[in-house]
């Protein structure tokens, strides 16, 4: 299995039965979800995409809850200067203030609010597709709509290291994660990610990568 | 709607108006497809005629024309004496035109909008703009957080200190406040060196306007790239044109903000289609020239990595933005001292200062190492925990119990104890579900992170 590339941030996982390796990257154009509980990793995840991004220009974040905290980003690898927190947690202007940050900038990580509508989400996509900016929507409870997302990620499992009764402290995690959608050609998949907090999320390797329902 | 005559604005029609409203009003109106290019040609009449009497016009649109006056106040006496011989000559071929005199185009533009009755002469200019709207500036994406600060009239936004406005707007900002202090735009004249130019030959002679279509892209196209490598972006383009017969004609145009190569070339096109109609060039046009008759230096250098499209591409989303939900809500943040992840953000709005930081690079002892938390409450929540012999075991989130699979701590901070403050400690804590940043100050529990 091939380790992530911590210089692109992308995490590439050989899947199975495919030629290609699944790539979870914020890609321009396209839409990527993150769904899960809060505690999954996956905020932490969505930041570690706009890592590459941030590189050579401008990322926003869409803050519905107003908890962002920078300090994950920084340690993510973006830049302090690169980055804006945009905190919004109504959810009338949402859709305008997502897709004026969409039009400007070319990756965006937003939190999705309660009672966004399906159609809201699918313009925000054709305006990502529009624009070639990359877009990661985090709801903040519940699902996204299958037909707006090009990958869905979501968490099924979060294992800390480190901490034990009292001793040590949170150094690593490993989240277990599902990819669906065309963006993993359709064929669900199972894959395992370490986060020790110094770096870019990455692949676990060792893992079989099957796909969900050959796992046990 | 762009614009209709008194009948149909007596039936209510107004412009902005969108076609079907318009045409419920007033069914027996006809109504016609904006063609600028017309307009542009048929405006060639009156451009010559308003040259006539002022020879350093130049054209903003069909139907708007800019002049400077000094020389021409000294030639025709005083200010009325030129205004009055500028409307009798244009009245003849053009009746109910609007006259505005002022200092600086902007000032003279609203002034001409304003005289409704007759040509309007601003003595004090200054005084003419304060009680303008801030809508006027027609810089969209600032309005409405003007408004929002309280800034309703020009007048406001001139009597706020330029320095503020600079760096909480950027290049934007200071434009505006230069333009409500009465200071119109400030183009630094470039020392303009004889090789930005471009000019093309025709043969045979350009007269129709389909090739005048492809030659005025092309020739726009080339300008904007000769001017672009020394970071300069022209307001004001002189086209001229040589006939088959040797004749010479030219126009200067001009833009409120530098041109773009689709706005150059439309306006390349109006010119020479205005000519050709007007009879202007006999034979055909066999050679044209674009050339800046100024160049402004907007912007500060980027670095290599950065894209100037991108730098205003986000700038205008982050307006926007503001104007939607307020400059409070579009932050930035940056590191500096402190203990907890609270205490080690320094938010600031974004346009502004970051301010004084505390040093991150001094000890802080009692700091978290990393990771840190990703989702930090702005005030600590209170959070349950279930704890057998010092121990946690259960936290409750949500409606559920989750049993405790590890913990860390306590790093206790001593806390402001001169103020009172009492110590707290900090356990970090994991069940299956994620791990938790919890305080404990005196006997409570308090969520301060979630490492989502």
Known sequence: MERASLLTGAARVPSFGSDAPLSITAEPGRVLGLVGPPGSGLTRLGLSLLAAPSATGMVAVVDVRGWLCPIAAWEVGIDPERLVVVRCPDRRPWLQVTASLLEGFPAVLAEVPTGVRDSDLRRLAALSRARRSALVLRPVSGDLPAGVLHLRVESTGVRWEGVDRGHGALLRRRLTLRASGKGARGIEQVLEMEDDGSHAVRLVPGLAAAPAGLAG | ?452
């Open chain 2, 1 to 452: 709607m762009v614009a209709a005559t008194p009948d149909a604005v007596a039936a209510g029609v107004r412009v902005g108006m969108r076609r079907r409203e318009a045409e419920t009003l007033c069914p027996t109106a006809v109504t016609l497809v904006a063609d600028r290019g017309a307009e542009a040609a048929a405006f060639e009449l009156v451009a010559q005629t308003i040259e006539a009497v002022v020879p350093r016009m130049e054209l903003a649109a069909p139907g708007l024309a800019y002049m400077p006056t000094a020389g021409a106040v000294r030639y025709y006496g005083t200010e009325e004496a030129l205004v009055g011989k500028m409307v009798a000559a244009v009245e003849v071929v053009a009746p109910r035109g609007r006259f505005g005199l002022a200092d600086g185009p902007f000032a003279a533009r609203l002034a001409a909008d304003n005289a409704v009755d007759g040509p309007l002469i601003v003595g004090d200019t200054a005084l003419f703009l304060a009680g303008l709207d801030v809508s006027t500036l027609g810089i969209d994406e600032l309005v409405d957080t003007f408004r929002w600060l309280g800034v309703g009239t020009l007048g406001d936004l001139a009597s706020l200190p330029r320095a503020a406005i600079a760096s909480r707007f950027g290049p934007v900002g200071l434009e505006a406040h230069r333009i409500a202090s009465g200071e119109d735009r400030s183009v630094e004249p470039r020392r303009i060196t004889d090789e930005i130019v471009a000019e093309d030959f025709f043969d045979p002679p350009l007269d129709d306007f389909e090739r005048a279509a492809f030659a005025a892209r092309a020739l726009a196209g080339r300008l904007l790239a000769a001017v672009a490598p020394i970071g300069a972006k022209p307001h004001r383009v002189e086209v001229e044109a040589e006939s088959a017969l040797g004749e010479m004609r030219s126009r200067t145009w001009r833009s409120a903000h530098a041109f773009s190569e689709v706005e150059l070339a439309e306006r390349v096109r109006w010119q020479i289609r205005a000519w050709v109609e007007s009879g202007g060039v006999p034979g055909g046009i066999v050679r044209i020239r674009l050339s800046p008759a100024d160049l402004s230096d907007l912007g500060r250098q980027l670095r290599l990595d950065e894209d100037a499209a991108s730098e205003d591409d986000a700038r205008r989303a982050l307006s926007r933005a503001q104007g939607l939900i307020g400059p409070d809500a579009v932050l930035q943040a940056m590191p500096q001292g402190g203990r907890d992840p609270g205490e080690r953000i320094h938010w600031y709005r974004w346009g502004e200062q970051p301010g004084a930081l505390l040093d991150p690079e001094a000890p802080w002892p009692g700091r978290l190492p990393e990771p840190s938390p990703t989702l930090v409450p702005p005030e600590p929540r209170r959070f349950e925990v279930e704890w057998e012999g010092g121990f946690p075991v259960r936290v409750r989130l949500g409606t559920r119990w989750e049993p405790v699979l590890g913990w860390a701590g306590p790093w206790r901070q001593t806390g402001r104890w001169w103020e009172g403050e009492p110590a707290a400690d900090r356990y970090q804590i994991v069940t299956s579900a994620g791990a938790f940043l919890c305080e404990v100050r005196a006997g409570k529990c308090w969520l301060v992170g979630v490492y989502d």
